[in-house]
Nanobody, 115 residues
């Protein structure tokens, strides 16, 4: 069973930065894709960053230019660098990795941005 563990969440002031990490129990080099999602209070889970195996990334307009997804294949880590954070970025952030077209999720990490 593939396991994902997120870390790096916390409380930050508006305008600040955080880097989330996702430790994956399998070799991410063999994954189909990886992504970060978030679930804001009272909202549905939404995609905030996506990377396919070839390295192409996509972001929704709400975070484009502020968030960056990256990976370290040697360490089986997936990162989400978040800059210029806004109070509306407050959410639980989830790591998602696709292996053999099956989706695996972490337990989530809370990010709170104060105004």
């Amino acid at each position: 069973q593939v396991q994902l563990v997120e870390s790096g969440g916390g409380l930050v002031q508006a305008g600040g930065s955080l880097r989330l990490s996702c430790s994956v129990s399998e070799n991410i080099f063999s994954s189909n894709a990886m992504a970060w999602y978030r679930q804001r209070p009272g909202k549905q889970r939404e995609l905030v960053a996506h990377m396919i195996s070839g390295g192409t990334t996509t972001y929704p307009d709400s975070v484009k230019g502020r968030f960056t997804i990256s990976r370290d294949n040697a360490k089986n880590l997936v990162y989400l660098q978040m800059n210029s954070l806004k109070p509306e970025d407050t959410a639980v952030y989830y790591c998602n990795v696709v292996f053999n077209f099956r989706h695996y999720w972490g337990q989530g990490t809370q990010v709170t941005v104060s105004s």
